[in-house]
């Protein structure tokens, strides 16, 4: 049930037509194999995704993905839509699963996903903090949005140019509509990360920002910085994912529109683009099926060297040894009032569903520290919120 000081909050089951999966399942009938290539035999993807594994996926999709059964694990946990009025008078209709916690102190944490993502990134965590603590002993809130174009939130305005700002903002009106505007933590990786970065420059209810991604070129104008033997194993690893793994990025940045009509009037494309992320960006390869879990709804680089969005509230920053491009320590440090870091040796990009115990020990830790120190025993500063106030 929604709280009394919540704006408009409904709660929500995900619950695909019929007719919606019937269609998906004809048009990838329809959809033919590529012809084998010399390029689409290389099985160490040099060259993408590979002929061999693109036909079993279609068949494994096709004969034996249950959504329904996927569905059913999604709607294990409370969901809601409340809407959001921005400042330009439109609407927006934000998706959320959640933990609420029963404790009138509770922490407001909201958990933010990145691209080619979704909310369901962060299930594993969330299902493993529920068997863990149960709701009348958390003290933390946990909000997993969709972010606006993302799964069952709007899609983003056709009359603008929709930018990071403007997901920032919005999300930043979601938290207070939900009453937490005396105060949250927010945590992103890949674009959640980005995003999390101008909520915590720009808006004053974010106290303190934790993120896992924080792709940035080498910081200039300054004496050299800090670097030890796993920092330039990063470096070079993020060298190589800029001279042959971000082509994507081009496409999206500079023909978004043509990239999107490919890759959403057919199955078979979407699953090439966005498995191939999922493959390359993981420390290892992923189940199918959860390739697949991310199909059922059809980047922004560079933010974190924005000068204007230096965050000077306490920043959090984990790093994985397999992520896409590692950025070490001494350079996250200029972008932000650096308090916390923690270096693990395994885990990729998608670091919520591939390591989703270390990172919420990260960010657990990262937000008790935050409670230790003076920072947040001002009222007006304050983290502890009644959401049934």
């Known amino acids: 049930m929604c709280s009394p000081g919540?704006?408009?909050?409904?709660?929500?089951?995900?619950?695909?037509?019929?007719?919606?999966l019937q269609d998906l399942s004809k048009l990838l009938e329809l959809s033919r194999l590529p012809q084998e290539s010399f390029e689409n035999l290389q099985l160490d993807r040099r060259y993408g995704v590979t002929f061999p594994w693109m036909k079993n996926?279609?068949?494994?999709w096709e004969t034996h993905f249950d959504w329904r059964k996927n569905e059913e694990f999604i709607n294990s946990f409370p969901q809601y839509i409340t809407?959001?009025?921005?400042?330009?008078?439109?609407?927006?209709?934000?998706?959320?699963?959640?933990?609420?916690?029963?404790?009138k102190k509770a922490i407001p944490i909201l958990l933010l996903h990145g691209w080619p993502g979704s909310f369901l990134e962060f299930l594993p965590m969330l299902d493993m903090i529920r068997k863990k603590l149960p709701r009348s002993e958390a003290p933390y809130h946990l909000i997993v949005p969709s972010l606006v174009g993302y799964a069952f939130s709007s899609k983003p305005p056709v009359h603008k140019d929709f930018r990071i700002e403007d997901g920032a903002r919005i999300l930043d009106i979601f938290m207070d509509n939900l009453g937490f505007s005396s105060g949250y933590v927010?945590?992103?990786?890949?674009?959640?990360?980005?995003?999390?970065?101008?909520?915590?420059?720009?808006?004053?209810s974010c106290k303190a920002v934790h993120i896992n991604f924080c792709y940035m070129a080498e910081p200039s104008g300054m004496e050299p910085l800090e670097l030890d033997d796993v920092d330039r194993i990063g470096l070079?690893?993020?060298?190589?994912?800029?001279?042959?793994?971000?082509?994507?990025?081009?496409?999206?940045?500079?023909?978004p529109s043509t990239v999107g009509i490919a890759v959403s009037t057919n199955p078979l494309s979407l699953l090439a683009w966005i498995g191939e992320k999922y493959l390359e960006w993981s420390e290892k390869d992923p189940d199918l099926d959860t390739i697949l879990e991310t199909l059922f709804e059809p980047d922004s680089i560079g933010s974190h060297a924005n000068p204007e969005w230096y965050i000077k509230k306490p920043l959090g920053f984990s790093s994985f040894l397999h992520e896409i491009a590692p950025t070490p320590a001494s350079w996250v440090r200029t972008t932000g009032n650096l308090v916390f870091y923690r270096r693990h040796d395994k885990g990729g990009h998608f670091a919520a569903l591939e390591q989703p115990e270390l990172l919420w020990n990260d960010i657990e830790a990262f937000v008790q520290q935050l409670v230790r120190t003076a920072i947040f025993q001002k009222p007006e500063q304050s983290l502890c919120v009644n959401v049934d106030a």
């Not at 919540?6 to 919606?20: G, L, M, N, Y």
């Open 6 to 20: 919540w704006k408009s909050c409904q709660p929500f089951e995900v619950a695909i037509p019929d007719t919606a």
């Open 57 to 60: 996926a279609k068949d494994v």
């Open 83 to 103: 809407t959001v009025v921005d400042n330009d008078k439109n609407e927006y209709d934000i998706h959320f699963a959640a933990l609420f916690s029963d404790q």
């Open 186 to 204: 927010v945590h992103g990786g890949d674009l959640g990360s980005d995003t999390a970065r101008v909520m915590g420059a720009k808006h004053a």
């Open 236 to 255: 070079e690893r993020g060298r190589k994912f800029v001279s042959v793994g971000n082509a994507y990025a081009k496409e999206h940045a500079t023909r």
